[in-house]
């Protein structure tokens, strides 16, 4: 094994091995979501963001 791709101690190592993680997280796909999950998150994106300028605006007028 690579000394890049070994575990820095026991408790990586078996979180590892029980969860089916790779050893190098690189080639991890986080990115590959169900769709419904993917919409909640844009949609919670979206929500914060107008809510935050929102409340900036309606600070400024008062």
Known sequence: MKEENKPFNDVIDHFN?????????????????????????????????VSFILIIILSLLN
């Open 17 to 49: 091995k029980i969860e089916g993680n790779g050893t190098n997280p690189a080639n991890s796909k986080f990115s590959r979501l169900p769709k419904p999950l993917k919409y909640i998150g844009y949609f919670m994106i979206v929500f914060f963001s």
